[in-house]
């Protein structure tokens, strides 16, 4: 049963600005009410948690994360809700599960699955394709074997396994039959993302003409920007339409050229984790995809070539980074952790405002998690 509570004292983060002495209320998972100063004790009797002058933000909202505390979201119910464990306590109160590269059958199977859970999760928001209609040149972890070009029955065998819940696929706009299969997803209300791909600017221009809204992982697994060849990042930049996600680890991308993106496409940049099985876990010998990886000082790379393997990131330790090492005000960086995320997939999350959903977060001065609130509920 549903507490009726009250966080006070807190810098609230939220819609792109800061609010000082503020207070939030929580009653039956909504926000109810929100105000400065003293005036909650007006309220109606409620649980008041003193936030102590902390930072309060909305929840985190992961568009684009593969696993972790040693699990995929590949592997069924029990990995998925060790995960989701994992990442709801830095933070991340819902999320897109991304599958990846696998045999349609299998990744039929496994949106199936994720399907199945987000029936009676709700922090689940459905699953994520990266794969397996993507570029060999630019694989990355993806098993190059198992790459293809996307075709009408893969497409509408994978939308009726995911029953509604396909939130985003990531495909290679340059392939054959990918524009047809970006118009085929967005008809059944799916975000697409440009990503793991050869395509030009020319190239990416009109994968977003025919509905793509989304760039997976900004600079990796694409064309860079060169000064006579802007490749899909500066198209990504001027197209309003267009959200860009970014793994703000700094080892796939630098500070400097984070803080140039978040100049360059201001309310569009969605920190994401991309985080693979090894996040908060040790490093070590893992799997990605079947692939054997090896994550050296929280880093992880193939075995075989040595390419970036996904992160170990966690949303509140890009949080930290981007503000800390990249300039971003606060509020841009919580804004790219909630209302950004949820607003390029559809989703009625990352917000704060009376009758959204009761997801917040607390942060020490540090920007360190103190504490979770998931439906107005708080986590263990």
């Known amino acids: 049963m549903s507490v009726a509570r009250v966080v006070h004292d807190v810098r609230l983060v939220d819609a792109g600005r800061v609010h000082d002495a503020a207070w939030v209320a929580f009653d039956g998972g909504r926000v109810t009410a929100a105000g400065h100063g003293d005036s909650w004790r007006e309220l109606a009797p409620r649980t008041a948690h003193d936030g102590g002058g902390a930072w309060l933000t909305p929840g985190f909202v992961d568009i684009h994360g593969h696993g972790g505390a040693g699990c995929a979201f590949d592997d069924g119910d029990e990995a998925i809700a060790t995960a989701r464990a994992l990442h709801r306590s830095h933070g991340t109160t819902r999320a897109v599960l991304s599958l990846v590269t696998a045999s349609v059958d299998d990744l039929v199977a496994r949106v199936a699955t994720v399907a199945r859970l987000a029936q009676t999760d709700a922090t689940i928001l459905g699953s994520h394709l990266e794969g397996p209609f993507l570029d060999v040149g630019h694989k990355g972890a993806h098993t190059a074997s198992l790459l293809r070009a996307p075709d009408a029955a893969s497409v509408d065998r994978l939308l009726a396994a995911a029953d509604g819940t396909l939130r985003q696929v990531t495909l290679a706009p340059e392939l054959p ?41 900004a600079f990796n697994g694409m064309r860079g920007i060169h000064h006579r060849a802007p490749g899909p990042v500066a198209a990504a930049m001027r197209d309003e339409r267009v959200t860009l996600e970014l793994i703000a680890d700094g080892t796939h991308v630098h500070p400097d050229v984070m803080r140039l993106a978040f100049a360059a496409a201001p309310g569009r940049i969605a920190l994401i984790t991309d985080a693979m099985a090894a996040a908060g876990s040790a490093d070590g010998a893992y799997t990605l995809g079947g692939l054997a990886v090896t994550v050296t000082d929280g880093v992880a790379r193939l075995d075989d070539g040595g390419a970036i393997a996904g992160s170990t990131l966690t949303q509140d330790a890009a949080l930290r980074l981007v503000t800390a090492e990249c300039g971003v005000a606060i509020a841009d960086a919580v804004a790219a952790l909630t209302a950004v995320p949820a607003r390029a997939i559809g989703a009625a999350a990352g917000s704060l405002a009376v009758g959204a959903t009761a997801d917040a977060v607390l942060l020490d001065a540090d920007l360190r998690v103190r504490e979770v609130w998931v439906g107005g509920e708080p986590t263990a």
């Open 177 to 217: 039959g990918a524009i047809e299969a970006v118009g085929r997803f967005v008809a059944a209300g799916v975000a697409v993302a440009v990503g793991h791909t050869d395509a030009d600017a020319d190239a990416a221009r009109r994968a977003f003409d025919a509905g793509a809204t989304i760039l997976t992982h």
